[in-house]
């Protein structure tokens, strides 16, 4: 039960965070309506901000409440466990998608979304961004994932991408200092990405990835809810290839499958799906090809709250 007292300080918080983003905040909101996977816990507070300024105020006001916060997009790589997120999401994705294209480089807000900053960049003859068609995230979510495909990702187009840092601060950031690796940057927890300069001089687009990007559909289990991959490749092997040696497709924890289409994907095929039908499952196929290959497979997809 909520004391009075606890009931006072959310109070004095909501109050606060409404002064950042007008209108724009939440409380107890289920985070199943704002992940892909379509189930999870709730985020005590979650505000959806209109501009750059709404972020850079709303972090300043967690800051300045002492509560944790984090950014998402689409949240098509988030799981948010069924205990909850305690503090506040703030989520980019739904507005700041203004792109413009200029004659070397594009400008992207962060909630721009990924697959149309590669629709436009392709078809208006700018290469390097073919990859990206398909992938269902965010510009703000692909840099902190170095979201790629097909051996080409985020990293090799990014000129620039201003943040704003764990002081509240806002920053600017160059590739190396992003420290982007595989499905991964060292962009920290706290930052949160704001807009990206991208490089994008004309040239040749790659018919052959834009035709991988367009063809997903055929290996993927697109019309159902997931996270897409749930795994990173280890070194030297492929995720998906080892669960299935495993025997593991169909495999059911509660509403989460691995599906039948594509190994590493696991499907929310319940109406009541838990977050930790989905732990369970991805624990349970840790285990499994460990046992049979002595890999530990790392999951791609980020988890985050409480059990
Ligand atoms: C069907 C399907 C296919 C997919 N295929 C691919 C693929 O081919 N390649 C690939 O790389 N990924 C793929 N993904 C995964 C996912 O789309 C990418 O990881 C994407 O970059 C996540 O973006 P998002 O906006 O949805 O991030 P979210 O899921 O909202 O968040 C993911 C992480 O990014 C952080 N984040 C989000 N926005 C910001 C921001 N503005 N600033 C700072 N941090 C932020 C979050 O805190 C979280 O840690 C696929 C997903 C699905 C459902």
């Known amino acids: ?136 995230g965010s510009v703000g979510g692909a840099v902190r994932m170095n979201a790629g495909a097909f051996g080409r990702d985020i990293a090799r187009v990014l000129k620039k991408a201003t943040v704003v840092d764990g002081e509240g601060r806002v920053v600017r950031f160059t590739p190396e200092e992003l420290g982007f690796g595989y499905r991964q940057s060292a962009l920290p927890s706290d930052a949160i990405v704001l807009s990206v300069i991208f490089n994008c001089p004309p040239g040749e687009i790659d018919k052959e990835a834009l035709r991988l990007s367009r063809s997903r559909g055929e290996t993927q289990p697109l019309a159902q809810k997931s996270f897409g991959s749930t795994f990173k490749n280890p070194p030297g092997g492929v995720a998906a290839k080892m669960i299935e040696e495993c025997g593991l497709k169909g495999t059911r924890r509660g509403g989460a499958m691995v599906s039948d289409k594509h190994a590493n994907f696991i499907v929310n095929v319940g109406t009541k799906t838990e977050a930790n039908d989905i732990e369970d499952l991805i624990d349970f196929i840790i285990n499994r090809v460990k046992a049979r290959f002595g890999v530990e497979l790392t999951p791609e997809v980020i988890i985050i709250g409480d059990r």
């Open 1 to 136: 039960m909520v004391t009075p007292r606890g009931a006072e300080g959310r109070t004095r918080t909501l109050d606060r965070l409404e002064r950042a983003c007008p209108g724009g905040v939440r409380v107890d909101e289920p985070m199943a309506k704002h992940t892909t996977i379509g189930a999870g816990g709730r985020a005590r507070y979650f505000a959806i901000p209109r501009s750059t300024g709404e972020v850079v105020g709303l972090v300043r006001a967690a800051l300045e409440l002492d509560i944790d916060y984090i950014g998402i997009g689409r949240g098509s790589n988030l799981i948010v466990r069924d205990g909850g997120f305690s503090g506040l999401v703030i989520k980019v994705a739904d507005n700041m998608r203004n792109l413009r294209l200029f004659s070397r480089t594009a400008h992207a807000e962060a909630g721009v979304s990924f697959t149309r900053l590669g629709r436009t960049l392709t078809r208006e003859g700018r290469p390097g961004f073919e990859f990206a068609v398909g992938i269902p």
